[in-house]
């Protein structure tokens, strides 16, 4: 596939937002070094990073490292926790409707009791179905403390999102059963590769999060150079103004982007990030 990489040489993005899964990371999960030199560059250049993922906080220190952490501003769980950082100011916070995450996860333990959920919290904190495996399939940040908490004890904490793992089983039915009982405050996510749900509050999405945050930089949509692959990346993808899609992304993602860079195994994201450092030298 040919590349429709982004010109910067007359004009420029003002901040970067990157997604991780599938678009930063490789395809073992792992941040490479050249990609890693790259983000670096552009917070050096002046640009302001978000990270904007639906992974929560706690796993990220071993998937991009605390140095990549400590120059971003997180947007995390699908935009339903954000906080500002490395220059912008801000907190951001969306909690599901409770009566929807219950409802949610007597649905799944009734119909699909061998998946694993999570019940999010803050991003340390959660609720699970099943114990079996959670510091491999949920909390492996080995500098964080694991914080389990019971179900109902969750539900008291504002929690944010549910996310489901198929456990490499057909989960489309339970999408459609998820949406015909959940009420319009919520809505269901898949994932175009694997088999995962993320179940969030309707009002919570990537850009909404991304804009709030660069609010106190002054910032608008318009001027954001993002990067993304998957369903959970389309709002960012349709609405920053400089949206790239990563050549594995899923044909929605690419139909919405305004250009497009190789895939995240052949470092589609380092690829433009330096294009645009270099066109500010």
Known sequence: MSLNLPDFLHDQPKAIALDLDDTTLDSNCRLNARTHSAIEAAYDAGFPIIIATSRPERVLPILIGEDVLEISSLVQMNGTIATGKAGLHGKFHTAINIEDAKNCWT????????VHMTLEID???FAVNHKEDVDELWAFNDNTPTMI?????ALDLNPVKISINGMNTD?????????SRLSKETRVLKSGRVQFL???PARANKSVAIADLLTSAHITLDE???FGDDYVDIEMIKECGWSVAVANAIPEVKSLAKFNTASNDANGVAIVLERLVASTK
């Open 123 to 125: 991003g340390t904190m």
């Open 149 to 153: 908490v019971p179900f109902e004890s």
């Open 198 to 200: 993320n179940v969030v």
């Open 171 to 179: 989960i489309e039915l339970l999408k459609l059963r998820l949406e």
């Open 224 to 226: 954001v150079l993002s």
């Open 107 to 114: 649905t799944v333990e009734k119909y699909n009791p061998q």
